[in-house]
Structure formats: C-alpha cells, structure tokens
C-alpha cells in the first residue's frame, strides 16, 4: 500500500549528454540556454518518489540554481513556488493519516484535570494544587 518508489538508474556521460542534446540546451526550469561546457544537473519533471519514471522523457538539463530552486523551494516573500521537497512530505503525510500512523498533536493543557486561567496560569479544575 502507498506509493513505491522508482529505483534510480545511473546517470553516466552518455546519458547525460543525450538528455542535454534532446533538449537543446535549454534549462528545463527557466528555460534559458545552459552554456556549452557550463556546469549543469539533470533533473526529473515528475521525482521518484512521487512515481515517475527514470527513462530520458522525464528527464531534462537544469542550471545548477535552478535544480536547487525546484528541489527545496524559493524562500523569498511573494514568490512560493511548491518544491519537490515540500510535495514529497505531503505525500507522505496523506499517506501516514490514510495508514492511521499520524500522531495526534495534544496539549498538556487539553488534560481534563487542569485549566488555564485569564492571567495565564495553570490551575487544577478540582481545586487542589498543581
């Protein structure tokens, strides 16, 4: 049950020379053209672990900031993008809730035995102390 991950082939010179030759020589992200000899990465369209395949047609050349900015996320106000991280954890999330694995968050003070007051304390409801 729940989602299996696809196993990672290499990724040897040849292979990655004809994913950046299908390509163009076009980032896959911001669509601009990597330089010829510059550093790049290859990067998949649809992760592995959310399912996809690791053949070359989900596979695409990306600037090196660019990969970095798809995997993790930007963190700059008013430009959220959802990164592979951030969708992986919430698959994984949905699928621990789906399996009844999700911990359940409680406070102490949710605790029938105590209350917390208006000036913030906390008080036994019985009266006794704490």
Same mark, same amino acid.
């Given at each position: 049950?729940?989602? $299996?991950?696809? /196993?990672?082939?290499?990724?040897? *010179?040849?292979?990655?020379?004809? @994913?950046?030759?299908?390509?163009?020589?076009?980032?896959?992200?911001?669509?601009?053209? @990597?330089? $010829?000899?510059?550093?790049?990465?290859?990067?998949?369209? @649809?992760?592995?672990?959310?399912?996809?395949?690791?053949?070359?047609?989900? &596979?695409? /050349?990306? !600037?090196?900031? &660019? !990969?970095e900015?798809?995997?993790?996320?930007?963190?700059?106000?008013?430009?959220?993008?959802?990164?592979?991280?951030?969708? %992986?954890?919430?698959?994984?999330r =949905?699928?621990?809730?789906? =399996?009844?694995?999700? $911990?359940?968050k409680? *406070?102490? =003070?949710?605790? /029938?035995?105590?209350?917390?007051?208006?000036?913030?304390? $906390?008080?036994?409801?019985?009266?006794?102390? %704490?």
């Amino acid at each position: 049950m729940g989602m $299996v991950k696809t /196993p990672r082939r290499s990724m040897g *010179s040849a292979r990655r020379r004809r @994913i950046f030759v299908a390509h163009g020589g076009v980032c896959g992200f911001c669509h601009e053209e @990597i330089p $010829v000899g510059g550093p790049f990465e290859i990067d998949h369209e @649809i992760p592995l672990s959310l399912g996809g395949s690791d053949d070359d047609g989900n &596979c695409y /050349p990306v !600037h090196v900031r &660019c !990969h970095e900015i798809k995997t993790f996320g930007l963190k700059r106000p008013g430009r959220q993008r959802v990164s592979d991280f951030s969708a %992986i954890a919430k698959v994984k999330r =949905l699928r621990d809730r789906r =399996l009844g694995l999700e $911990v359940k968050k409680r *406070s102490r =003070l949710s605790d /029938p035995h105590f209350m917390r007051k208006v000036d913030g304390t $906390v008080v036994r409801r019985d009266g006794g102390s %704490i």
